[in-house]
């Protein structure tokens, strides 16, 4: 019968499946009898794969009775993780323990006695673990047992109740919004004591090896010990000076190796350190006591000093308000305003991330906090170590995804092809030494030295130098890149995600005008608030934000201060005499003149709403708005509000404001001017960002019950205000950008939490959209009661261009690439909530909206995430550029994501620009074609030097003879190492082609420029050699039976000469310049060593000095032998020109790609988005404007065009 397998995170990136194994002691004794008969080979092997041992060595048996387990991830790599059981002395006790399948909380908090309350997480230390839920008496002294697996810094428990291993979660899982305010009081000191020992101690923990440790893991690296191999076989073979050289080299690479990844360990170390702080906690009796924020666990109550602090866990405020800065966290450094936890509904379960206006996370930086009267600001601990936010983002950079990269997987097999050449080479290797009847020693030796010829142990480092120079450059430019091997990705990209505002757009918001609603409509624009009647309008604009005072100064969102800005009022925070509203207020807001007018003082004027600012008269008595409560701004229900209470009225308002389309839901609809509709459209259109306004009176709301009633019983029923107008200019740099990525046929689409027709206008004005394209907008509802999911196909209308659109503009955007021809010239826009419903019913028509979307708008942050993750399951090579704010989901699972801003919240993307706009964008691009390029030459370049040297060899063995230990050093060292290192030292190309350079290396048109270098270098050594044998005064070399190879012969000679020019001749022929790399003689390190090389191969040639003969073991071949020499150098120079030929005229061309093409019967593209392109021509009626297409599966009768 099957084990169960364990499952972990289901449904999740982190999704593991494993399987348990127990300690064996036949398998222990005979991993021991192994490790003695292969001399501890087996140890290495089993260090490089732990999950072989297991799998050999131990016995599987089920999850419970499991000493160890074997975790497999979703992207099939192994892990071999050990059970770490714990001995615990404290009892679990307290409504605050959420665990997996925990009991029930009875009222007075404590856990349901009907089991036992520590049993559930702590099993007996008895014979049997089945046994493990136990009665928990007071005659009960059996020590407990606390069983757990830790991967990858998270922490699963063993839940006898269940029978699995289960994630541990702090108090962000499953638990009521209500608990925390009647039921979560704080731990006392056998609490804390107990829960330390399950969620360990609160900190985020980046180790920082020793050299010693560094350096053993590093020389136990495969590449490292195929190196030491390979010297002690040339050490054997009295190559001292190769081998010692080697050895130089292999040592100053560990050490700079050593040093970069101890200097990266440290600079994580010291960002994610935790400084150890005394931490006041408050205990159920209100009790306080000072601890370090190293004992902080889940449930404990702290206070959070009025100066501020750095969060060192993840909490949520119960009291008081807090401004924090969460740079750190979203690359937003705009203080946020932190507000305690309002009481919701019993059953209402808390999220951090829906409530996040009300948890202070770790790692941001509280700046100011406030209180009333004595109080302190209290906030209860929910997360602590590497469950919290910042432990989360340090997690996904100490264990990234790994990368799914062609070249990468091909450059594997391509080795294994090389080490099957030299298997061949083995077998002919063993039949020569036996003919010349050389000793088994001898023959072990030459057979072993042809691997290290076949392979070369410089070949992963040769990969590497592209991708090095061209982080130094991007570096230059002002773009830091914390993961390299995402350089070479960038060469690929085939679409580009820009979020808009900060990124396309200026990060500055104008007010461009205002539009109260009227009885005659929303005609009226004002542009000066001076000019507005005194009314709820201008309120609403003084009111409803979420600005503070730091330092004498407003801090605050942008657009809340340029709203607030424009009003000319003035803000006062607490402090000030506010004993006249009955309570104390957070904030005061007034007036210019601070008075309120009254309508006998304007003759003409009806009523005083209708006074004009500009017209109040100081004389009068105080107009004050006092700011009771405030409900922040939430990007998933799109608005803020606040609950106010004017100066001398004795009833409090509600002020709203926040995306149109929402506040007017939640409006009176006799209150909405029947031209709304168009205003918005129209105002929209042109790109404005516009905000919608409202308000409502509370009449029967006391100052006790606003703080406690939830946003959802008063923003409803509002009055529609108005309408703010704001204008987003975008940056001069994007549109260039955007039209230069197009022409290089590289997608463009814009991602937003944007209006999405105000996205829409943005992305005509900068060309994500063409000026004539039309824009269908996909609107999908989820299902009702009484109809399934469906989507309305709309068409937004042209906008009228009054300059001619050049036929380039039109036919070469990129969708129409993507979709077909002039007809389907379309694109779609959608929005979030649609986003979401397609997500759930369409996904069969997923593939076909993400290859036409153009504009992604009122787009959450796990939402923009998504959409790259369908775009790259499509085949994309997807890059995203976002301001920091929002983006970090998109910009970490991006292939290439590169973050604008300069806060900490950088470290979570690949890249970071420190110019400010998309220019950038080219530039990395540009940089990972010239890496990936490079790439591609150097590893070519190692692979046919490893095959010119092989070649060379097998002849002299032929010949019974052989290279010398000099001329080795020079071809290894003198030009292998030199050209290798400088070839990557070529500049990008200035121009973006819309080509994109190659990502495989097993291609048909590769290998067969690889296999044709190697016929016609082949060749040319051959023919070299036997045009030698020809010569009258050839002396042919005759080995002693059973000696050493002699290395002075005719046959070294003439072939090492020869094969000298064929190293420069690839280096230089894999070192071609546009259209992703500069010309060869730019690379002027490398140009000037390729001259220098070919003059000292040509003065060996023709003119050896004496000392260098002997050097390098040359036999002497006189100046009366021109001719032969003459010979020699047309061979090379042919060699020369036939390697160019097969490099740029035969395998780059358009013509040898359709022969490919023909040869390998290829009747579809691999990549899926050219396969649904190809499948949408096919269907010329979608998408199916004007009608509604249901959810699969589903009759709808209106449908006309179904998926």
């Known amino acids: 019968m099957p084990h169960k397998k364990l499952l972990l995170n289901f449904g999740t990136d982190d999704q593991l499946v494993g399987t348990g194994y127990r300690l064996s002691s036949v398998g222990t004794i005979m991993s021991y009898v192994l ?126 109740s269940n029978s699995n291993y289960e994630r541990l979660h702090g108090l962000d899982t499953g638990v009521k919004c209500m608990d925390f305010h009647e039921k979560f009081e704080g731990n006392d000191e056998s609490q804390r004591a107990a829960l330390e020992v399950v969620y360990g101690k609160n900190e985020i923990d980046v180790e920082v090896k020793s050299y010693g440790k560094l350096f053993v893991e590093e020389v136990l690296n495969p590449f490292y010990i195929f190196q030491i191999a390979s010297i002690g076989l040339w050490m054997s073979d009295n190559y001292y000076y190769y081998a010692a050289t080697i050895a130089f080299i292999s040592l100053i690479s560990i050490a700079i190796s050593l040093y970069e990844t101890k200097k990266q360990a440290i600079t994580l170390h010291d960002m994610v350190k935790t400084p150890v702080e005394p931490t006041n906690t408050v205990s159920k009796d209100n009790v306080k006591k000072t601890i370090t924020n190293y004992e902080l666990v889940p449930g404990d109550v702290i206070e959070i000093p009025a100066n501020g602090c750095m969060m060192l866990c993840d909490a949520v405020l119960m009291s008081g308000n807090c401004i924090v800065n969460e740079a750190m966290l979203t690359g937003e450094s705009v203080p946020v305003t932190k507000t305690p936890l309002p009481h919701t509904r019993a059953e209402e379960k808390f999220c951090p991330n829906e409530y996040k206006r009300h948890v202070l996370f770790c790692g941001t930086q509280v700046l100011q906090t406030r209180y009333y009267g004595n109080a302190t600001v209290k906030a209860t601990v929910i997360r602590t170590g590497f469950q919290t936010a910042k432990g989360e983002l340090i997690r996904s950079i100490m264990y990234p995804k790994p990368m799914d990269f062609k070249f990468y997987q091909e450059s594997i097999r391509f080795i294994l092809v090389l080490a099957a050449i030299a298997l061949v080479g083995m077998s002919f290797t063993i039949y020569i030494m036996t003919k010349y009847h050389q000793s088994m020693s001898v023959v072990i030796k030459r057979v072993l030295d042809i691997v290290t010829i076949v392979v070369p142990p410089a070949l992963p480092a040769a990969m590497t130098v592209g991708m090095v120079y061209a982080q130094r450059r991007l570096k230059t430019a002002g773009i830091f890149c914390i993961s390299p091997p995402r350089i070479n990705l960038c060469g690929k990209l085939k679409l580009f995600c820009f979020d808009k505002t900060g990124t396309l757009t200026e990060d500055g918001l104008d007010l461009w005008g205002m539009v ?160 709304f509709a168009e205003v918005l459209k129209g105002y929209t259109m042109q790109g404005f960002r516009v905000i919608a306004l409202a308000h409502k009176p509370l009449h029967d709301l006391s100052w006790i019950q606003a703080q406690r009633v939830t946003r959802d019983q008063v923003e409803v029923d509002m009055t529609f205000t108005g309408l703010l107008i704001m204008q987003n200019s975008l940056k001069p740099e994007t549109t260039p950008i955007i039209k230069l990525l197009n022409e290089a046929n590289i997608r463009t689409v814009m991602v937003t939490g944007d209006n999405i027709l105000t996205a829409v206008s943005v992305a005509r004005e900068c060309s994500i959209i063409g000026r004539r394209q039309r824009v269908i907008q996909v609107q999908a509802s989820p299902p009702a009661a009484n109809r399934p999911a469906q989507i309305e196909w709309v068409s937004h209308e042209v906008p009228h261009v009054e300059s001619e659109t050049t036929d380039h503009e039109f036919h070469d955007n990129p969708y129409q690439d993507a979709g077909g021809d002039a007809a389907q010239d379309f694109c779609l826009t959608v929005d979030g909530k649609s986003f979401a419903v397609l997500m759930d019913h369409f996904s069969s028509l997923m593939p076909r909206i993400c290859l036409k979307g153009a504009v992604f708008a009122r787009m959450g942050p796990e939402q923009k995430a998504q959409l790259v993750e369908q775009l790259q399951a499509l085949g994309y090579g997807v890059g995203m550029c976002g301001d920091g704010a929002n983006d970090c989901s998109a910009l970490k699972a991006a292939h290439a994501g590169i973050s604008l801003s300069e806060a900490e919240a950088s470290v979570a993307s690949p890249f970071t620009s420190k110019i400010p706009n998309i220019s950038c964008v080219p530039t990395v691009i540009r940089e990972g074609r010239a890496a990936l390029t490079t790439s591609f030459g150097c590893f070519k370049y190692m692979g046919l030097y490893s095959l010119i040297q092989f070649v060379s060899v097998i002849l002299l063995y032929w010949a019974g003879s052989n290279l010398g230990d000099t001329q080795f050093l020079y071809i290894d060292l003198l030009i292998t190492t030199t050209v290798a290192i400088l070839m990557g030292h070529t500049h990008a190309y200035h121009k973006l082609v819309a080509q994109r350079p190659r990502g495989g290396l097993l291609s048909f048109s590769s290998m067969f420029a690889l296999f044709a270098q190697i016929i016609l270098m082949t060749a040319v050594q051959v023919a070299t050699y036997l045009y030698l044998q020809k010569q009258y005064w050839f002396v042919k070399n005759v080995p002693k039976p059973g000696g050493d190879f002699d290395t002075v012969t005719y046959e070294t000679t003439v072939v090492f000469i020869v094969s000298s020019f064929q190293y420069i001749t690839l280096a230089v022929n894999y070192s071609t310049g546009p259209p992703y790399r500069k010309r060869i003689w730019t690379n002027k390190p490398f140009f000037i060593s390729a001259i220098l090389l070919t003059l000292l191969s040509l003065l060996l040639l023709f003119y050896p000095p004496t000392f260098l003969e002997n050097f390098l073991t040359m036999v002497h071949i006189g100046i009366e032998h021109y001719g032969f020499k003459i010979i020699l150098l047309l061979a090379v120079t042919t060699h020369f020109l036939g390697s160019f030929i097969i490099e740029v005229f035969v395998s780059e061309t358009e013509t040898f790609q359709t022969l490919s093409r023909y040869v390998r019967r290829k009747r579809l593209p691999n990549n899926k988005y050219k396969r649904v392109a190809i499948d949408m021509r096919k269907d010329p009626t979608w998408p199916p404007i004007g009608d509604v297409t249901c959810a699969e599966n589903v009759t709808c009768r209106e449908t006309r065009v179904a998926s």
């Open 516 to 675: 109260p609603a009227l009885s005659e409509g929303l005609h009226q624009v004002y542009h000066d608030s001076g000019q507005l009647p005194r009314g709820p309008f201008i309120s609403a604009m003084a009111t409803c934000h979420s600005l503070t005072r730091m330092g004498g100064e407003l801090n605050g969102d942008p657009l809340d201060l340029k709203m607030f800005e424009a009003t000319h009022w003035t803000l006062e925070e607490p402090g000030e005499d506010t004993s006249r509203f009955d309570t104390i207020m957070p904030t005061v807001v007034r007036p210019p003149e601070g008075r309120e007018p009254t309508v006998e003082m304007f003759p003409g004027i009806e009523s005083a709403e209708h006074i004009p600012m500009s017209r109040l008269q100081s004389q009068q008595s105080p107009y004050e708005i006092g700011i009771v409560k405030q409900f922040t701004f939430s990007s998933s229900l799109q608005r803020m509000s606040v609950i106010t209470r004017t100066l001398g009225k004795d009833f409090m308002e509600l002020y709203a404001k926040g995306a149109p389309e929402k506040i007017t839901s939640l409006c009176l609809p006799q209150t909405i001017p029947s031209d």
């Open 35 to 160: 490790a003695i008969v292969t001399a501890a080979l087996s140890i290495l092997v089993f260090y490089w794969k732990p999950n072989w041992k297991v799998r050999l060595f131990y016995s599987k048996c089920s999850v419970q009775d499991a000493d160890l387990f074997i975790l497999e991830d979703k992207y099939h790599q192994n892990f071999v993780v050990w059970v770490i059981k714990q001995q615990v002395d404290s009892e679990l006790e307290g409504p605050h323990f959420h665990w997996p399948n925990s009991q029930p909380v009875q009222p007075n908090g404590k856990l349901n006695r009907s089991r036992s309350k520590s049993n559930e997480f702590f099993s007996s230390d008895v014979s049997d673990d089945r046994q493990a839920l136990i009665s928990d008496t007071e005659d009960n002294v059996t020590a407990k047992i606390f069983r757990y697996l830790d991967h990858h810094n998270v922490r699963y428990i063993w839940t006898p």
